[in-house]
């Protein structure tokens, strides 16, 4: 549900600051799973995108799906949030985790971004916005949507 929420996010065209960022942006992939999300960024113009997660085998997963969809831009690497140091600055963040990883880790993704560049996280129950948007707001994130599935949530900021 919260990667659909995700994928909506990167595949609107009416999401004007996300798609300028986007297209030949640098985008970060954290907790990339199988890098479906890392994906789609290619596919969308990205110029480069990184993923990054904590899982060897998501590692071997996404390595594996980068080839398969003949996506030569993806970057996958082992890791948290604390090896992201000067690896930016990115122009679009996707963390699709959950709740308390966001919180912990969003000032490290926050310090990779650039100016004007975005951020979509979910992973997250629409109980758990007010608590993510704080955290935003407080690292200076501007919040520009916020999108809803089966209590389940989505949040894209901007970096202000």
Not at 5 to 28: P, T
Not at 35 to 61: P, Q, T, W, Y
Not at 133 to 145: T, W
Request: aromatic share 6%; net charge negative.
């Amino acid at each position: 549900m919260t990667t659909s929420l995700v994928l909506q996010y990167l595949l609107d065209d009416e999401a004007i600051v996300l798609r300028n960022n986007l297209q030949g942006g640098r985008v970060l992939d954290m907790g990339c799973g199988t890098s479906i999300l890392g994906i789609m960024a290619s596919k969308r113009g990205a110029l480069s995108v990184f993923g990054v997660d904590i899982d060897e085998h998501c590692i071997i997963n996404s390595e594996e799906n980068v080839v398969l969809n003949h996506v030569d831009n993806l970057k996958v690497q082992l890791g948290d949030a604390t090896s992201l140091l000067g690896t930016g600055p990115y122009n679009v963040v996707v963390a699709n985790i959950n709740r308390n990883i966001l919180l912990n880790d969003m000032k490290f993704y926050v310090d990779e971004m650039a100016d004007g560049a975005c951020l979509i996280m979910s992973g997250f129950y629409t109980e758990d916005v007010a608590a993510i948007q704080a955290c935003a707001e407080d690292l200076g994130l501007k919040k520009l949507e916020q999108r809803t599935n089966d209590n389940w949530a989505a949040l894209l900021f901007v970096k202000k």
